[in-house]
């Protein structure tokens, strides 16, 4: 289990009966989480500052129900970085805080390496990874299938005062364009990866992690440098676990360096941890 402690504008106030109250900077938030099996000491929803409650429907998907007066939008910081939040469909928020332990990990890697790094982060999302990678000094890919993921990306780039940093914003299939990478002969220090669950690609193509996941890990092997810094991988596919992604990479990366797993948590203010994905990573010397 790993967790970052570093967080002054987001913390986890509590959970149960599958929900986890959070405060977002003076934003309290109210949304399910389907890893809290426990039930909650006291009703959640009547906590007295509460923002927002995400509601589940039951035909699926839900809504977000305002019980207070709430920006439509704001940034939270983490270090010196900085994070636009927007309550939007199926309860995200647009950052995933717990990543802020890998964000801190890769940012050491980078900066303790002394020499040029070149960062190829896939399913990039709204770009934590790629901002924390640019913050320590990397040129960073950032790619995407959704084009307003990567303009909030841009957003969160700026926010963060990185607008002169390296970072070149590619709309594409991940899959597609790491095969046009390899076919350019394009080559990657360190490799990031944050796959769906399940998905669909525009002609159709079927995306299901436990099926491709290691197919396209070994397809990532061809775009990794000769110099390698390392390959991670974050996973939130309840049943696949940290060890399960450490074979992936062991086995699937051609370059031989050291893995570790991880389950990705978050500290719970009232007391424990929640737990919120799994993380492998293959460092290299």
């Known amino acids: 289990m790993k967790f970052n402690d570093e967080w002054k504008d987001f913390e986890v106030l509590d959970t149960g009966s599958g929900e986890k109250l959070e405060r977002w900077d003076n934003v309290y938030l109210l949304r399910p989480d389907p ?26 998907g839900g809504k977000w129900k305002i019980l207070k007066n709430m920006p439509e939008e704001w940034a939270v910081s983490w270090r010196n970085l900085k994070f636009k939040i927007k309550p939007m469909g199926f309860k995200h928020t647009g950052l995933f805080p717990e990543q802020a332990v890998n964000w801190a990990m890769m940012i050491d890697l980078i900066k303790s390496a002394n020499r040029p790094i070149n960062v190829l982060n896939l399913f990039g999302y709204t770009g934590g990874a790629t901002v924390a990678c640019a913050s320590a000094g990397a040129s960073v890919c950032h790619v995407d299938s959704a084009k307003a993921m990567v303009e909030r990306c ?125 993380s492998a990573i293959l460092t290299f010397n």
């Not at 426990?38 to 995400?54: D, G, I, M």
């Not at 436990?210 to 390392?230: I, Y």
């Open 154 to 278: 841009k957003e969160n780039i700026k926010l963060s005062g990185l607008q002169d940093a390296q970072v070149r914003y590619i709309i594409d299939d991940c899959r597609k364009f790491v095969e046009r990478e390899i076919k350019r002969g394009k080559k990657y220090d360190a490799i990031i990866m944050d796959p769906p669950s399940y998905g669909r690609g525009a002609n159709g193509e079927v995306w299901k992690l436990e099926d491709n996941l290691f197919e396209f890990v070994k397809l990532c092997d061809g775009v990794l440098s000769d110099k390698p810094l390392f390959v991670l991988i974050n996973s939130y596919t309840t049943g696949l676990g940290a060890t399960v992604m450490e074979m992936v990479l062991n086995k699937a990366i051609s370059k031989k360096g050291k893995c570790a797993s991880y389950e990705v948590c978050l500290p719970i203010t009232s007391g424990g941890y929640l737990p919120c994905g799994n």
């Open 35 to 60: 890893q809290v099996i426990w039930p909650a000491v006291s009703k959640l929803e009547n906590y007295k500052k509460l923002n927002a409650h995400y509601h589940r429907s039951s035909s699926g």
